[in-house]
């Protein structure tokens, strides 16, 4: 029985070996078929290019980074050397017909003076002039009234005497209208009130003599606030207190009257309950805001169209205006004629419609009330002086 066991798993051994054989299987033969083996040996061929590959990218970006920047670097430098290059251009450059930005009085005077005699080459058909100290050169253009062309010659700091002495810079001109705006600074100094007046009076005796064909607006002093106001230089108002401002208007008043020039009475336009400068008003108790030359606006504007509008009435009168019928002589039955008359003033120097000139009056224009509103913009005057 154990023989015929063993004589079967021993045939079973050779079946299965004849099948190895023939199948080609063999123990000393490799496991992996011959396209595995080139499969492998390619994709480590490929792996071998690919890192070849990336690592000449990874140079060849480094190369180009540090050409990038060399050329930012050298571009800052050339940047760093331009001021000095164009000082040096400007250096070698003739000199400019007008001169840059003064910060010196005298500057400022030159600079005035060069507008002038621009405005004087250009003879625009309605011109108007303002004069006086930093209230009047602050006044933003894009606030005076459209209806004429405007000639700003205000200089910070000036002085009565110091307006008086450059009135000839204008003399070229014949605008039609002029308006004076000064006396605050020479308070500020210590001028008595004799002196001040005085020196209006002659600023406006000049401006009639050069100006003949022109209307000559006297504008009175403006309030401030006093103590309450944050100036640099609000110790000096203590000079310029509200009752004396006040006396000095009431004598400028005059001074229009007695001239036979227009008044402007902007004082009580600025002025508040206790009689100083509205806060509304005002960047810092001196200085106007926004808000304050919208108030000079308007008394401007009101002043321009009064002068206009009696302008326009007077040459209607003169157009209208006729020969009266000759009348009949008694004695000898014939007409004698009778010369023209005409009821109002030559159209070639008008006159507002309250007639200031015919009755010793001066006018004083009623511009619109004030508003209580907040300012919406402030106006920047960093000069010591107004």
Do not use: C
């Not at 450059?93 to 080459?121: F, H, I, K, N």
């Not at 100083?276 to 108030?295: A, M, N, Q, W």
């Not at 002589?329 to 006159?351: C, F, M, N």
Request: avoid cysteine; charged fraction near 25%; aromatic fraction near 4%.
């Amino acid at each position: 029985m154990f023989s015929r066991s063993r004589t079967r798993r021993t045939d079973i051994f050779k079946l299965r070996s004849g099948r190895s054989r023939r199948s080609g299987f063999s123990p000393s033969r490799p496991l992996a078929p011959w396209w595995v083996r080139w499969s492998l040996w390619g994709n480590g061929l490929l792996a071998i290019a690919l890192i070849t590959i990336v690592t000449g990218l990874d140079r060849a970006a480094s190369k180009a980074i540090a050409q990038v920047a060399s050329q930012v670097q050298q571009m800052k430098e050339t940047a760093e050397r331009a001021p000095s290059q164009a000082v040096a251009a400007t250096v070698s450059r003739p000199t400019r017909s007008l001169p840059p930005a003064p910060d010196s009085y005298e500057g400022s005077v030159r600079r005035r003076r060069q507008e002038a005699a621009a405005m004087a080459q250009r003879r625009p058909t309605r011109l108007a002039v303002l004069t006086g100290d930093s209230l009047s050169l602050a006044f933003p253009v894009r606030l005076l009234p459209n209806q004429a062309a405007w000639l700003n010659q205000g200089v910070s700091g000036e002085t009565t005497r110091g307006l008086l002495r450059r009135l000839s810079d204008i003399s070229q001109l014949q605008p039609e209208a002029i308006f004076v705006a000064i006396g605050i600074n020479d308070l500020l100094q210590g001028v008595g009130e004799d002196t001040i007046v005085e020196n209006q009076r002659a600023i406006v005796r000049e401006l009639r003599s050069a100006h003949p064909r022109s209307r000559i607006v006297l504008q009175s002093l403006l309030p401030h606030r006093g103590r309450l106001s944050t100036w640099e230089g609000r110790a000096r108002l203590e000079r310029a207190q509200t009752a004396k401002l006040k006396r000095i208007n009431n004598r400028l008043a005059q001074v229009a009257r007695d001239e036979r020039v227009d008044y402007l009475n902007l004082f009580a336009m600025f002025s508040d309950n206790t009689g100083i400068l509205h806060p509304d008003l005002t960047t810092d108790g001196l200085h106007l805001s926004d808000r304050g030359y919208l108030v000079w606006r308007a008394a401007l504007d009101s002043y321009l169209q009064l002068l206009r509008s009696s302008a326009a009435s007077l040459s209607a009168d003169d157009r209208q205006s006729t020969t009266p019928r000759p009348k009949a002589l008694p004695e000898t039955g014939k007409a004698t004629p009778t010369p023209k008359t005409s009821s109002s003033t030559p159209a070639s120097k008008p006159r507002p419609a309250s007639d200031s000139a015919r009755d010793g009056r001066s006018s004083t224009t009623s511009p619109s009330p004030r508003p209580s509103t907040p300012a919406a913009g402030r106006t920047t005057d960093d000069d010591t002086n107004p």
